[in-house]
Protein backbone atom coordinates (compact mmCIF):
# COMPACT_ATOMS: atom_id res chain seq x y z
CA UNK A 1 0.00 0.00 0.00
CA UNK A 2 1.30 3.58 -1.21
CA UNK A 3 -0.60 5.17 1.95
CA UNK A 4 -1.33 9.04 1.60
CA UNK A 5 0.40 10.65 -1.53
CA UNK A 6 0.53 14.35 -2.93
CA UNK A 7 1.46 16.12 -5.68
CA UNK A 8 2.87 17.78 -6.71
CA UNK A 9 5.61 17.97 -4.06
CA UNK A 10 7.09 21.63 -5.06
CA UNK A 11 5.58 24.28 -7.01
CA UNK A 12 6.68 27.70 -7.26
CA UNK A 13 3.54 30.01 -8.49
CA UNK A 14 3.36 33.61 -9.46
CA UNK A 15 0.15 35.56 -7.68
CA UNK A 16 -2.73 35.11 -9.15
CA UNK A 17 -1.97 32.15 -10.55
CA UNK A 18 -4.66 28.52 -10.06
CA UNK A 19 -3.72 25.30 -8.69
CA UNK A 20 -4.52 22.37 -7.66
CA UNK A 21 -3.31 19.43 -5.69
CA UNK A 22 -4.00 16.38 -5.44
CA UNK A 23 -4.08 13.90 -2.69
CA UNK A 24 -4.69 10.21 -2.90
CA UNK A 25 -5.22 7.37 -0.40
CA UNK A 26 -5.42 3.33 -0.87
CA UNK A 27 -6.39 2.63 2.47
CA UNK A 28 -10.11 2.89 2.03
CA UNK A 29 -10.18 5.32 4.50
CA UNK A 30 -13.62 7.78 5.20
CA UNK A 31 -12.17 10.75 6.54
CA UNK A 32 -9.45 12.71 4.71
CA UNK A 33 -8.38 16.80 5.80
CA UNK A 34 -6.18 18.99 3.92
CA UNK A 35 -3.65 21.57 6.63
CA UNK A 36 -1.28 23.93 6.11
CA UNK A 37 1.97 23.80 8.13
CA UNK A 38 3.73 27.57 8.59
CA UNK A 39 6.55 28.04 11.05
CA UNK A 40 5.58 28.77 14.89
CA UNK A 41 1.99 27.82 13.82
CA UNK A 42 1.60 24.49 13.91
CA UNK A 43 -1.10 22.83 11.45
CA UNK A 44 -4.17 24.43 10.73
CA UNK A 45 -7.03 22.49 8.99
CA UNK A 46 -8.17 24.29 5.91
CA UNK A 47 -10.63 21.73 4.82
CA UNK A 48 -11.94 18.19 5.28
CA UNK A 49 -14.63 15.58 4.14
CA UNK A 50 -16.11 13.02 6.17
CA UNK A 51 -17.17 11.36 2.75
CA UNK A 52 -17.40 10.84 -0.61
CA UNK A 53 -19.53 13.91 -2.02
CA UNK A 54 -19.09 15.91 1.30
CA UNK A 55 -16.65 18.95 2.52
CA UNK A 56 -16.79 21.28 5.33
CA UNK A 57 -14.64 24.34 6.17
CA UNK A 58 -12.12 24.32 8.41
CA UNK A 59 -10.17 26.60 10.60
CA UNK A 60 -8.50 28.41 7.60
CA UNK A 61 -10.80 27.77 4.55
CA UNK A 62 -10.75 31.41 2.83
CA UNK A 63 -8.85 31.11 -0.52
CA UNK A 64 -9.30 27.67 -0.92
CA UNK A 65 -11.70 25.32 -2.42
CA UNK A 66 -12.14 21.52 -2.70
CA UNK A 67 -13.86 18.27 -3.76
CA UNK A 68 -13.98 14.88 -2.94
CA UNK A 69 -15.51 12.95 -6.11
CA UNK A 70 -13.76 9.85 -5.29
CA UNK A 71 -13.68 8.27 -1.85
CA UNK A 72 -9.87 7.90 -2.30
CA UNK A 73 -8.97 11.79 -3.87
CA UNK A 74 -9.41 14.77 -2.13
CA UNK A 75 -8.21 17.89 -4.20
CA UNK A 76 -7.14 21.20 -2.72
CA UNK A 77 -7.81 24.28 -5.26
CA UNK A 78 -6.21 27.78 -5.05
CA UNK A 79 -8.19 30.01 -7.31
CA UNK A 80 -6.08 33.10 -7.59
CA UNK A 81 -2.83 32.37 -5.51
CA UNK A 82 -1.39 34.98 -2.93
CA UNK A 83 1.73 35.67 -1.30
CA UNK A 84 0.06 34.52 2.09
CA UNK A 85 -0.36 30.89 1.25
CA UNK A 86 3.51 29.93 0.90
CA UNK A 87 3.33 27.48 2.92
CA UNK A 88 3.32 23.45 3.12
CA UNK A 89 0.42 21.55 2.44
CA UNK A 90 -0.49 18.24 4.09
CA UNK A 91 -3.28 15.77 3.51
CA UNK A 92 -4.55 13.06 5.89
CA UNK A 93 -7.13 10.34 5.82
CA UNK A 94 -8.35 8.57 8.93
CA UNK A 95 -10.92 5.50 9.27
CA UNK A 96 -14.07 6.09 11.32
CA UNK A 97 -15.41 3.64 13.80
CA UNK A 98 -18.57 4.67 14.75
CA UNK A 99 -19.20 7.18 17.57
CA UNK A 100 -14.85 7.29 18.20
CA UNK A 101 -14.24 10.04 15.73
CA UNK A 102 -10.26 10.27 17.32
CA UNK A 103 -8.40 7.56 15.19
CA UNK A 104 -4.91 8.23 13.97
CA UNK A 105 -4.37 10.35 11.14
CA UNK A 106 -2.48 9.33 8.28
CA UNK A 107 -0.17 12.02 6.63
CA UNK A 108 1.04 12.49 2.88
CA UNK A 109 4.56 13.40 2.58
CA UNK A 110 3.15 17.29 2.18
CA UNK A 111 3.69 19.63 -0.88
CA UNK A 112 5.90 22.73 -0.94
CA UNK A 113 4.34 26.23 -2.40
CA UNK A 114 5.79 29.63 -3.06
CA UNK A 115 3.56 32.06 -4.06
CA UNK A 116 5.85 34.99 -5.09
CA UNK B 1 -6.22 31.66 23.51
CA UNK B 2 -5.21 28.82 21.31
CA UNK B 3 -6.70 25.55 21.91
CA UNK B 4 -3.45 23.46 22.33
CA UNK B 5 0.09 25.53 23.17
CA UNK B 6 3.43 24.05 23.94
CA UNK B 7 7.26 24.93 24.52
CA UNK B 8 8.43 25.44 21.14
CA UNK B 9 11.71 24.65 22.96
CA UNK B 10 14.61 23.87 21.01
CA UNK B 11 15.16 20.98 23.90
CA UNK B 12 18.67 20.44 23.38
CA UNK B 13 20.33 17.56 25.66
CA UNK B 14 23.29 14.87 25.47
CA UNK B 15 22.48 10.91 24.65
CA UNK B 16 21.33 9.24 27.04
CA UNK B 17 19.54 12.14 29.19
CA UNK B 18 15.83 12.30 30.15
CA UNK B 19 13.61 14.65 28.93
CA UNK B 20 10.34 16.03 29.68
CA UNK B 21 7.92 18.34 27.87
CA UNK B 22 4.10 19.48 28.56
CA UNK B 23 1.41 20.58 26.65
CA UNK B 24 -2.00 22.79 27.75
CA UNK B 25 -5.07 22.60 26.17
CA UNK B 26 -8.29 25.16 26.96
CA UNK B 27 -10.92 23.15 26.19
CA UNK B 28 -11.87 21.04 29.48
CA UNK B 29 -14.14 18.66 26.91
CA UNK B 30 -11.35 17.76 24.99
CA UNK B 31 -11.66 13.76 25.11
CA UNK B 32 -8.70 12.30 23.43
CA UNK B 33 -4.68 13.03 23.29
CA UNK B 34 -1.98 11.92 21.33
CA UNK B 35 1.66 12.83 20.93
CA UNK B 36 2.94 12.97 17.07
CA UNK B 37 6.62 13.07 15.93
CA UNK B 38 7.72 15.38 12.74
CA UNK B 39 11.21 14.76 11.24
CA UNK B 40 12.31 17.59 9.85
CA UNK B 41 10.35 18.43 6.57
CA UNK B 42 8.26 15.14 6.62
CA UNK B 43 4.96 14.44 7.41
CA UNK B 44 3.86 14.53 11.08
CA UNK B 45 3.22 10.47 12.41
CA UNK B 46 1.38 9.12 15.77
CA UNK B 47 3.95 8.65 18.47
CA UNK B 48 1.63 7.26 21.16
CA UNK B 49 -2.06 7.94 22.46
CA UNK B 50 -1.99 9.33 26.02
CA UNK B 51 -4.39 7.29 28.06
CA UNK B 52 -6.28 8.53 31.43
CA UNK B 53 -3.86 6.19 33.95
CA UNK B 54 -0.99 7.53 31.99
CA UNK B 55 0.74 4.85 29.55
CA UNK B 56 4.41 3.66 28.14
CA UNK B 57 5.89 2.75 25.08
CA UNK B 58 9.50 1.79 25.50
CA UNK B 59 11.67 4.65 25.96
CA UNK B 60 8.42 7.53 26.07
CA UNK B 61 5.82 7.97 28.72
CA UNK B 62 2.47 10.08 28.34
CA UNK B 63 0.70 11.75 31.12
CA UNK B 64 -2.41 13.25 31.51
CA UNK B 65 -3.61 15.71 34.01
CA UNK B 66 -7.27 17.04 33.62
CA UNK B 67 -7.59 18.82 36.22
CA UNK B 68 -4.63 21.44 35.51
CA UNK B 69 -5.69 20.61 31.36
CA UNK B 70 -2.02 19.29 30.36
CA UNK B 71 -0.30 16.12 29.03
CA UNK B 72 2.95 15.55 29.25
CA UNK B 73 5.66 13.30 27.39
CA UNK B 74 8.73 11.92 28.89
CA UNK B 75 11.59 10.46 27.17
CA UNK B 76 14.13 8.35 28.85
CA UNK B 77 17.79 6.79 27.69
CA UNK B 78 17.78 9.73 24.77
CA UNK B 79 18.67 8.53 21.36
CA UNK B 80 20.08 10.59 18.01
CA UNK B 81 17.16 9.57 16.54
CA UNK B 82 14.75 11.01 18.94
CA UNK B 83 15.68 14.78 17.52
CA UNK B 84 12.08 15.62 16.10
CA UNK B 85 9.28 17.95 16.62
CA UNK B 86 7.14 16.55 19.19
CA UNK B 87 3.40 17.71 18.28
CA UNK B 88 1.06 17.64 20.86
CA UNK B 89 -2.75 16.81 19.88
CA UNK B 90 -6.35 16.74 21.08
CA UNK B 91 -9.64 15.80 20.11
CA UNK B 92 -13.30 16.75 21.05
CA UNK B 93 -16.17 14.65 21.91
CA UNK B 94 -17.79 14.09 18.44
CA UNK B 95 -15.25 15.97 16.03
CA UNK B 96 -13.96 14.71 13.49
CA UNK B 97 -10.79 17.44 14.06
CA UNK B 98 -7.76 17.19 15.92
CA UNK B 99 -6.27 20.22 17.04
CA UNK B 100 -2.43 20.32 16.97
CA UNK B 101 0.37 22.54 18.98
CA UNK B 102 2.73 23.99 17.39
CA UNK B 103 5.09 21.31 18.30
CA UNK B 104 8.10 20.90 20.88
CA UNK B 105 11.40 20.53 19.08
CA UNK B 106 14.04 18.38 20.47
CA UNK B 107 17.45 18.09 19.69
CA UNK B 108 20.16 14.76 21.18
CA UNK B 109 23.66 15.59 20.82
CA UNK B 110 26.49 12.90 20.77
Known amino acids: NAGVTQTPKFRVLKTGQSMTLLCAQDMNHEYMYWYRQDPGMGLRLIHY???????AKGEVPDGYNVSRLKKQNFLLGLESAAPSQTSVYFCASSYATGRNFYNEQFFGPGTRLTVL | RKEVEQDPGPFNVPEGATVAFNCTYSNSASQSFFWYRQDCRKEPKLLMS???SGNEDGRFTAQLNRASQYISLLIRDSKLSDSATYLC???????????FGAGTTVTVRA
Open chain 2, 89 to 99: VVTKPNDYKLS
Open chain 1, 49 to 55: SVGEGTT
Open chain 2, 50 to 52: VYS
